[in-house]
């Protein structure tokens, strides 16, 4: 069966513009959660939807935002873009969240220039 | 946030070799994972742990929940040039079908010169 889907693969984008990334789960995967991941601060949790739910929020700017449709995909966006907002960001799926459940994509890499 | 202390930062194998790594953390989780992460691709779920004490072997690979549930390790034997990429470990802080995945900063395994 397909994987989880993220796209773009990579984008590069000025300060101060907005950026949308969207994740497409594996089928009948119900829960998705993001994540950031830099060398300074390794992999960090944004948020986690579930069933079209916010259902858990990381410790994220409210620049940082999210949601997901009824067929379970989901798409994350940041607003008015920082230098420090460049990263790899990673989608993870599972049917209902549970841990040894989760799927990840390959990432999104985001440049900020 | 909460983080997982995870140790050696980065260590050099040579074929034939055994390798250890472990995480430490300051808090009790119920879940404990492992997982490895090639570049340009997102982490791969290696080994799963629910139960403090708990010691599974996947393959080459052997991970345990601490006693404490504040720790768990994992042991590569016989390592061959394949298992050269980033290994994080990973707790969920809470049980069942949420919370999020805290990330160790990760041990990245070379090929010794």
């Known amino acids: 069966k397909a994987g989880v889907t993220q796209t773009p693969r990579y984008l590069i984008k000025t300060r101060g513009q907005q950026v949308t990334l969207s994740c497409s789960p594996i089928s009948g995967h119900r829960s998705v959660s993001w994540y950031q991941q830099t060398p300074g601060q390794g992999l960090q949790f944004l948020f986690e939807y579930f069933s079209e739910t916010q259902r858990n929020k990381g410790n994220f700017p409210g620049r940082f935002s999210g949601r997901q449709f009824s067929n379970s995909r989901s798409e994350m966006n940041v607003s008015t873009l920082e230098l420090g907002d460049s990263a790899l960001y990673l989608c993870a799926s599972s049917l209902t969240g549970g841990a040894n459940g989760y799927t990840f994509g390959s990432g999104t890499r985001l440049t900020v220039v | 946030g909460q983080q997982l202390n995870q140790s050696p930062q980065s260590m050099f194998i040579q074929e034939g070799e055994d390798v250890s790594m472990n995480c430490t953390s300051s808090?009790?989780?119920?879940?404990w994972l492992w997982y490895k992460q090639d570049p340009g691709e997102g982490p791969v779920l290696l080994i799963a742990l629910y139960k403090a004490g708990e010691l599974t072997s996947n393959g080459r690979l052997t991970a345990q929940f601490g006693i404490t549930r504040k720790d768990s390790f994992l042991n590569i034997s016989a390592s061959i040039p394949s298992d050269v990429g980033i290994y994080f470990c990973a707790g969920q802080l809470y049980g069942g079908s949420q919370g999020n995945l805290i990330f160790g900063k990760g041990t990245k395994l070379s090929v010794k010169p």
């Open positions: 808090s009790i989780f119920n879940t």
